[in-house]
């Protein structure tokens, strides 16, 4: 099966009678610098919150402490 555009009439009256349906899927352009940009400035955001975000050292003391207590 291939892409619409490269189905005869008969592949895709077949697909029809299956219950299958042609689709368009529209995607975000990657290459585009609007879209660069966006991505670039919300990985720094996320990785900016996690140097900020200290639960990962309480959850580490905790879990030290009750290996301790085993």
Same mark, same amino acid.
């Given at each position: &099966? +291939? /892409?619409?555009? !490269?189905?005869?009439?008969? #592949?895709? #009256? !077949?697909?029809?009678?299956? +219950?299958?349906?042609?689709?368009? %899927?529209? %995607?975000? @352009?990657?290459?585009?610098?609007?879209?660069?940009?966006?991505? /670039?400035? #919300?990985? #720094?955001? $996320? $990785?900016?919150?996690? $140097?900020?975000d200290?639960? &990962?050292e *309480? %959850?580490?003391? %905790?879990? $030290?402490?009750? *290996?301790? @207590?085993?």
């Amino acid at each position: &099966m +291939g /892409r619409p555009r !490269e189905l005869t009439e008969e #592949q895709r #009256q !077949e697909l029809l009678a299956k +219950g299958y349906k042609p689709v368009e %899927v529209w %995607v975000r @352009d990657v290459t585009d610098e609007a879209y660069k940009a966006e991505a /670039r400035r #919300q990985a #720094q955001s $996320a $990785a900016h919150a996690d $140097a900020e975000d200290r639960v &990962m050292e *309480w %959850v580490e003391a %905790v879990s $030290a402490e009750s *290996w301790e @207590d085993l």
